[in-house]
């Protein structure tokens, strides 16, 4: 069976982003089953055309995305097209739903929903059943508590990781002391500001906090640790699981869930590696966190300043929920992913086909 994937960012675009490194890792499992080909977004003139991965093949189209990819997918003839989106409002995305059975009216379509969207316009979401043979959402709250409702065609088909592959990588050196690690977008809707602040307010000499992303809120948690030398920001980091690996404790305090991930990604990863995780109160961190069990859920700033004061305090309990976090991770694979994805390709086309 022939599938073409639509994806607009896959690796090895330098973006901090669950969406990309998620669908890379999904495409590097399907490939092994599927004749499959990935349409993407041409970001760069250095980047190539058409790549060969292991498993499949990576073509890439200039702006205007969504016209040229669909147009080039039609060109591929494939018995299956998967629209990966990130599209956060529903009704773009039911556009581009449409646009592309208007382009490819014969062929089935899945749409994947990786991101949490807006769901502002619930209702919106019948019409997908008319348009699509499934819709899939990576978090577990949209299709059982929200979209089961209005969308029979739901289906819950979970974010990976591959942790063999995150135990191969090797640790960065740190500084002695406790090292916390914030890894993400540097926006209000990520949240880091909250950490910062909080972590200005704690009384410890012996720990560091680790920053890892760019955003539009740089310049201001620069300003507000410029006297701290127990801060550090990296800006983009190329190798930013090393640096994962060499963080004691590692904080998620997202204010929003609309644009991440399903389930973050940076989170699980983090908890394969066997970190104890302080998460806000947010709808892609609470069904990866048990608080008092793999870490902490807070929802206001003192309750970070004291879960972040626990944990530095005692190693013991650090790795104790390091280790539960690890055990919570490992029915995040790829591969049993890859393998629900697998299962329902196949009763969809069988159904199709009767």
């Given at each position: 069976?022939?599938?073409?994937y639509?994806?607009?960012?896959?690796?090895?675009?330098?973006?901090?982003?669950?969406?990309?490194?998620?669908?890379?890792?999904?495409?590097?499992?399907?490939g092994?089953?599927?004749?499959?080909?990935?349409?993407?977004?041409?970001?760069?003139?250095?980047?190539?055309?058409?790549?060969?991965?292991?498993?499949?093949?990576?073509r890439?189209?200039?702006?205007?995305?969504?016209?040229?990819s669909?147009?080039?997918?039609k060109?591929?003839?494939?018995?299956?097209?998967?629209l990966?989106?990130?599209?956060?409002?529903?009704?773009?995305?039911?556009?581009?739903?449409?646009?592309?059975?208007?382009?490819c009216?014969?062929v089935?379509?899945?749409?994947?929903?990786?991101?949490?969207?807006?769901?502002?316009?619930?209702?919106?979401?019948?019409?997908?059943?008319?348009?699509?043979l499934?819709?899939?959402?990576?978090?577990p709250?949209?299709?059982?508590?929200?979209?089961?409702?209005?969308y029979?065609?739901?289906?819950?088909v979970?974010?990976?990781i591959?942790?063999?592959?995150?135990?191969?990588?090797?640790?960065k050196?740190?500084?002695?002391?406790?090292?916390?690690?914030?890894?993400?977008?540097?926006?209000?809707?990520?949240?880091?500001?909250?950490?910062?602040k909080?972590?200005?307010?704690?009384?410890?000499?012996?720990?560091?906090?680790?920053?890892?992303g760019?955003g539009?809120?740089?310049?201001?948690?620069k300003?507000?640790v410029?006297?701290?030398?127990?801060?550090?920001?990296?800006?983009?980091?190329?190798?930013?699981?090393s640096?994962?690996?060499?963080?004691?404790i590692?904080?998620?305090?997202?204010r929003?869930?609309?644009?991440?991930?399903?389930?973050?990604?940076?989170?699980?990863?983090?908890?394969?590696l066997?970190?104890?995780?302080?998460?806000?109160?947010?709808i892609s961190?609470?069904?990866?966190?048990?608080?008092?069990y793999?870490?902490?859920?807070?929802?206001?700033?003192?309750?970070?300043?004291?879960y972040?004061g626990?944990?530095?305090?005692?190693?013991?309990?650090r790795?104790?929920?390091?280790?539960?976090?690890?055990?919570?991770?490992?029915?995040?694979?790829?591969?049993?992913t890859?393998?629900?994805?697998?299962?329902?390709?196949?009763?969809v086309i069988?159904?199709?086909?009767?």
């Amino acid at each position: 069976m022939k599938i073409v994937y639509i994806n607009k960012y896959f690796f090895p675009m330098k973006r901090h982003s669950g969406i990309l490194n998620f669908a890379y890792d999904l495409c590097n499992n399907l490939g092994k089953r599927f004749d499959l080909e990935v349409v993407s977004w041409k970001y760069s003139k250095d980047v190539r055309k058409v790549e060969n991965f292991a498993n499949y093949k990576v073509r890439r189209v200039k702006a205007p995305f969504r016209l040229k990819s669909i147009c080039l997918t039609k060109y591929l003839k494939p018995d299956l097209i998967i629209l990966g989106s990130g599209i956060k409002y529903p009704e773009l995305l039911l556009l581009v739903t449409l646009f592309v059975k208007l382009i490819c009216p014969s062929v089935p379509l899945i749409v994947y929903q990786h991101n949490i969207p807006n769901f502002t316009i619930i209702p919106l979401y019948r019409l997908f059943d008319k348009i699509c043979l499934s819709f899939w959402f990576s978090n577990p709250f949209i299709e059982e508590q929200i979209l089961k409702t209005v969308y029979r065609k739901a289906v819950y088909v979970p974010v990976g990781i591959d942790p063999e592959k995150l135990e191969k990588i090797p640790v960065k050196e740190k500084t002695n002391g406790i090292r916390i690690g914030y890894f993400g977008h540097l926006n209000k809707s990520k949240g880091v500001d909250r950490l910062v602040k909080a972590f200005l307010k704690l009384a410890f000499e012996n720990c560091e906090l680790f920053i890892a992303g760019t955003g539009s809120l740089m310049q201001e948690i620069k300003e507000m640790v410029a006297e701290r030398e127990n801060v550090s920001i990296y800006g983009y980091c190329n190798e930013v699981v090393s640096y994962i690996k060499s963080c004691d404790i590692l904080v998620f305090p997202y204010r929003e869930a609309i644009t991440i991930l399903g389930l973050s990604l940076s989170c699980l990863e983090g908890m394969a590696l066997g970190k104890p995780i302080i998460a806000s109160d947010n709808i892609s961190l609470i069904p990866l966190v048990k608080h008092d069990y793999n870490g902490f859920i807070f929802n206001k700033e003192e309750e970070l300043i004291r879960y972040l004061g626990i944990l530095i305090k005692d190693g013991e309990k650090r790795k104790m929920m390091g280790k539960r976090s690890k055990e919570i991770s490992r029915k995040y694979s790829i591969s049993n992913t890859t393998m629900q994805i697998n299962k329902i390709i196949e009763e969809v086309i069988s159904e199709r086909r009767d």
